[in-house]
């Protein structure tokens, strides 16, 4: 706790006043400018203050710059040019800050503004069009100028009465030279994005190439060993010159989604082997008639004559299908669908590909080796009476699938029963049985000899990606047949994750993070990450998408989710005063409101509702140390919270009953399963068995939302450093601003008081804003103030139970009683005495 003072403290003292920044920042800027000039024409022959020198001053500054350019060189020489851009960086940071509202500052304004431009006038020695013996000034503006041109000069008195003008402006009226400058640019920014996207399309453009001459390369790899089987006679060998296996695109009709060019190419070389072996066989004619030998080799005991060839015509329906993905052109479309952009983060850059690893290159399992595994699966199956036919092969990169479609009259709970005795048969880890959603065939996956790994580069880059327009975008792996795959966690809404150790469950979460990362600016989103682990997700640390601090401890995660169940019900009845449904409709409205410049009341921007993640890292911890608590809260979230955008997810390694109970697991309709230890830890998370058969390192079972099939996944993988490229890029673009409301106790959060009924600091403060408000809101507390909700609401009741504001009326804000004007006015009289 002592540690987390000085942050506070130095957030609550930033500059929250624009306008008073944007002035300090002209007058830097100003002073700058002269320091510049002055030193720039210095002449050691002026007359300074310690030396006499000529009649005449040389300097553009005059005397005063003189003076000042002799000092500054004799004291510190050359480095006094530092000083002209130390001012400017300084005024560069004054005006990334906050705001002015006072009728004494505007009366101030327009005074200043109309001596300024008289002196102005005066200086560009104009004259009136109608008496040419006054100038435009007047008699005001020629004292002025006639002031400041003896000790400045004409050109520092120019700047200086500009910069008085210019601050004469921002007092007197509403215009802001940042905003102004943060609309110009988003104006040309839309212009020239044509010009931005080129070098993603130059990028894409060579990853299509390589593409390209990687397929060009494997064609011509094939069309040799077509040649060198064609002279070798191997298909006489094999085939005995009957018709070989059929390895191309599957049969229409049989519900395929498609197959690449690699099947396309197996087809024609298919064709062009039977044709060379029918040759070769007419070429033998009379003579000693070729030994014919089988391609499916013999297991154990051998087939009878008629099985073997009933096998061999099975296997020659057989197809090897290749599902590919067409590559997706153009860059990422993050900033595409920028609805509202807030004066902070309205340059913010979202992290780039280039910060992940690219994908290495791959080795496709051959086809003979794929059809050898087909052959031994059938073999196995008819030694148990599972009579079938293997219809298609799709190879994955973790593990290839084998569509068996069943003889009539064979029980799918006789092929599901052969699990053990195929992975015993095959030498495999495990092996999962599966039926095929929209197909009469059942799908064996069987572990590929050479596991490829995923890398989140690959499935960021991808099509599917990129096109979502959901700001909570999952990047979460590849499909068994090798196709990019991505979620959204608003149509979950809430994800349960579980696995043992090692199975890949903690870098699933960090692929759930960093894809978030790559989707939604500060503003747009705010993370609260629960770590009780300590370890898992401090890479995070201190990003600006983060509400509040880590947080490590059992006690204060049970009051941060405490916290998002209020903040739940108080989006409810905000989206219920504006008459919308969801959180998206808020913000549309909040959108078009701003666009056609109906502000709130005092006349700033709407604010839109970001959405709200919270991820628990280790649920099982939190249960132990306070479970009645936190599954009260997490039920009331699951039911409840997406609508108002706040969503839950939940990670555990230890999938008992205790820690997912029955509350909890039916508001979570959309859940992933790593590997776990045995099936009751697979049916508590899903279900259903198949769990405990994956293979780790990311293999996943995913029920998506609105389905109740399983989809397995094998999960991308992304290390530390790629992480902590991600987070440094986003670290030094912006600060975090937190919430300290979300962790505070009952008695910091809602008291507010302590034993001796001390009032809180803030109090005099937020009274003095709703007198001047005539209004008493939580909304303008929480902006004015920098605090958050949970304080402002209890300084209001603290007022209400003083007798200084009215009853809270639903929505709209309390009135503020007389009693507070008379304790206002008469703070304002102490403090003039």
């Known amino acids: 706790m002592m540690a987390a003072i000085p942050t506070e403290i130095e957030v609550e003292t930033r500059p929250r006043n624009m306008r008073a920044n944007e002035i300090l920042a002209i007058a830097m800027i100003a002073l700058a400018l002269l320091l510049f000039l002055c030193l720039f024409s210095y002449n050691p022959n002026d007359p300074s203050w310690n030396a006499a020198g000529e009649s005449g001053t040389h300097n553009w500054i005059g005397a005063v710059g003189a003076n000042v350019a002799a000092g500054l060189f004799q004291g510190i020489g050359l480095a006094a040019y530092l000083l002209p851009f130390l001012f400017l960086a300084a005024a560069w940071r004054r005006v990334r800050s906050r705001r002015i509202n006072s009728p004494m500052m505007r009366l101030l ?8 431009a008289s002196a102005l006038l005066t200086l560009a020695n104009l004259r009136l069009f109608f008496d040419s013996s006054f100038n435009a000034g007047g008699l005001t503006g020629a004292i002025i100028a006639r002031a400041l041109v003896a000790g400045l000069n004409t050109i520092g008195a120019a700047i200086l009465l500009s910069a008085i003008a210019a601050t004469g402006v921002l007092l007197a009226t509403r215009f802001s030279f940042a905003g102004f400058y943060e609309k110009l640019s988003l104006l040309f920014s839309d212009r020239f994005a044509a010009l931005r996207a080129i070098p993603e399309r130059f990028r894409a453009w060579r990853l299509a190439r390589r593409e390209r001459k990687i397929l060009r390369a494997e064609a011509r790899r094939r069309a040799k060993a077509e040649r060198a089987a064609l002279k070798a006679g191997t298909f006489l060998a094999l085939g005995g010159g009957e018709a070989s296996p059929r390895i191309g695109p599957p049969i229409a009709g049989s519900g395929a989604e498609g197959t690449g060019e690699l099947a396309e190419a197996f087809a024609s070389f298919s064709a062009a082997t039977s044709a060379g072996a029918k040759t070769m066989a007419a070429a033998a004619g009379a003579g000693r008639a070729p030994a014919k030998r089988s391609i499916w080799p013999s297991r154990g005991k051998s087939l009878p004559a008629a099985e073997s060839a009933k096998l061999e015509e099975m296997m020659r329906e057989a197809a090897v299908k290749r599902k590919t993905e067409s590559p997706a052109s153009g860059s990422l479309p993050f900033d595409g669908d920028r609805r509202i952009s ?54 994955g990169p973790v593990v290839t699938t084998y569509e068996f479609k069943p003889d009539p009259g064979v029980k799918y709970s006789r092929v599901t029963g052969l699990v053990d005795d195929l992975c015993l048969a095959l030498k495999a880890e495990s092996i999962r049985i599966d039926r095929m959603p929209g197909k009469p065939h059942v799908g064996i996956e069987v572990p590929n000899p050479r596991r490829e790994t995923i890398y989140l580069r690959e499935v960021i880059e991808s099509r599917a990606f990129k096109e979502s327009t959901s700001k909570l975008t999952i990047a979460l792996g590849k499909t068994i047949d090798g196709l990019n795959y991505v979620t959204d966690l608003t149509r979950m809404p809430h994800l349960l994750i ?20 790559y989707r939604a600016r500060p503003d747009e989103v705010k993370l609260i990450l629960i770590d009780p682990k300590r370890l898992e997700l401090g890479l995070y640390e201190d990003i600006p998408h ?28 905000q989206l219920a005063g504006w008459g919308v449904r969801n959180i998206d409709g808020y913000n549309l409205e909040i959108a078009r409101r701003n666009t056609v410049k109906d502000f709130d009341e005092n006349g700033e921007e709407w604010r839109p509702l970001p959405y709200i993640v919270i991820i628990i890292d280790e649920l099982a911890d939190l249960m132990m140390a306070s479970g009645h608590e936190v599954e009260d809260s997490i039920t009331r979230l699951a039911q409840m919270a997406r609508a108002v955008g706040i969503h839950l997810v939940l990670a555990t390694q230890r999938p008992s009953v205790d820690v997912i109970t029955g509350l909890i697991k039916a508001n979570f309709p959309s859940r992933i399963s790593y590997r776990v ?9 899903l279900d259903t068995n198949g769990a405990e058969h994956l ?7 995913f029920l998506p939302p609105g389905s109740s099939r399983l989809l397995r996944v094998h999960g991308a993988y992304i290390d530390e450093s790629e992480i902590g490229k991600v987070v440094a890029h986003i670290k030094t673009q912006w600060l975090p601003d937190y919430d300290e409301s979300i962790t505070q106790s009952d008695d910091e959060a809602l008291g507010l008081e302590d ?17 001047e408000m005539k209004r008493a809101s939580t909304s303008v507390l929480q902006r004015r ?39 206002v006015a008469d703070w304002d009289e102490q403090e003039g005495e």
């Open 109 to 116: 304004g327009l005074v200043v503004l109309v001596l300024s």
């Open 342 to 395: 807030t004066r902070s983060l309205s340059n913010y850059q979202l992290p780039s590909v280039e910060f992940l690893n690219e994908a290495q290159m791959r080795r496709e399992q051959a086809d003979d080796e794929l059809l050898n595994m087909a052959t031994r699966l059938a073999e196995k199956c008819r030694e148990f009476n599972v009579t079938g036919q293997i219809k298609f092969i799709c190879p």
């Open 498 to 517: 579980a696995g043992t150790t090692g199975s890949g469950k903690s870098v699933g979460v960090n692929s759930l993070l960093v894809s978030i990362l």
């Open 546 to 573: 983060l509400a509040t601090p880590i947080i490590t401890d059992p006690k204060p995660a049970a009051r941060a989710l405490r916290w998002a169940v209020a903040e739940m019900e108080r989006r409810y009845k």
């Open 677 to 685: 230890s045995s099936k009751v830890d697979s049916r508590t998370i």
């Open 695 to 701: 293979l780790g390192r990311g293999d996943m079972l």
């Open 755 to 771: 034993s001796d009924g001390e009032r809180d600091e803030l109090f005099e403060e937020a009274l003095r804003i709703c007198v």
């Open 785 to 823: 103030l920098r605090i958050g909700y949970g304080r402002a609401a209890a300084v209001l009741d603290q007022m209400e139970r003083e007798g200084l504001i009215g009853q809270a009326d639903g929505a709209r804000p309390r009135p503020v009683l007389q009693r507070a004007y008379e304790i």
